[in-house]
């Protein structure tokens, strides 16, 4: 783990370097965790008619592939209807989101830049997301997760790009995301993988 503030001033610098700045959603700008578990277990009681025992862990994410795992015999149209109900009682929980001071000011700062969100959330939940932190405008991109854009999201973020040798900073909190922008060209030396910092 890194000092936060000493990671701060390390981002920061980095940032004023870059000229392309993507920042993820949920877990880098926003921890949403305990929102997006409200929502989900709301959905999987609704659904299934029954009292499943379902417990927050924090830096664990509730997703489709997690459903899947802790509760038995659930079929694919049962986590369709949960993951489409979960979608839609997501703004009863959008208080229980909270901002993550260092990244909305690093945000902030590079206004100047090319701003990208890059999420593998929905718009419409992204979309509440921002808006309820005032950050809707800050981005002079947005990637998301669509039935009409399944590509992952730096694949798409790399074919929106101009070619060339723009430099880039990526901050992301994924393993897996941070797997997939790597094989999509974006250096190791590009990406801050915000969990390693003491919040």
């Known amino acids: 783990m890194v000092d936060g503030n000493q990671a701060r001033e390390e981002w920061l610098a980095k940032a004023e370097r870059a000229e392309v700045i993507v920042f993820d959603l949920d877990g880098t700008l926003v921890d949403s965790d305990h929102a997006n578990f409200l929502a989900y277990k709301d959905a999987v009681m609704f659904v ?8 927050f862990t924090p830096g664990t994410r509730i997703t ?36 993550i001071p260092r990244l909305i000011e690093i945000v902030a700062r590079v206004q100047e830049k090319e701003v990208v969100l890059a999420t593998n959330s929905r718009r419409c939940r992204a979309e509440m997301l921002l808006n309820h932190h005032g950050l809707i405008e800050k981005f002079t991109r947005k990637i998301y997760r669509d039935a009409e854009s399944q590509r992952d999201k730096y694949v798409q973020l790399m074919a929106e790009l101009p070619k060339g ?24 030396d590009q990406i801050i993988d915000v969990r390693r910092i003491t919040r």
């Open 48 to 55: 299934l008619s029954t009292q499943i025992e379902i417990d």
């Open 64 to 99: 489709r592939e997690v459903l899947e795992e802790i509760i038995p015999g659930i079929t694919d149209k049962q986590i369709e209807e949960i993951a489409l109900l979960k979608e839609r009682s997501y703004h009863k929980y959008l208080s229980e989101t909270k901002a």
């Open 165 to 188: 040798s723009m430099s880039m900073l990526v901050f992301e909190n994924d393993e897996k995301a941070i797997e997939s922008a790597i094989a999509c060209g974006i250096g190791i």
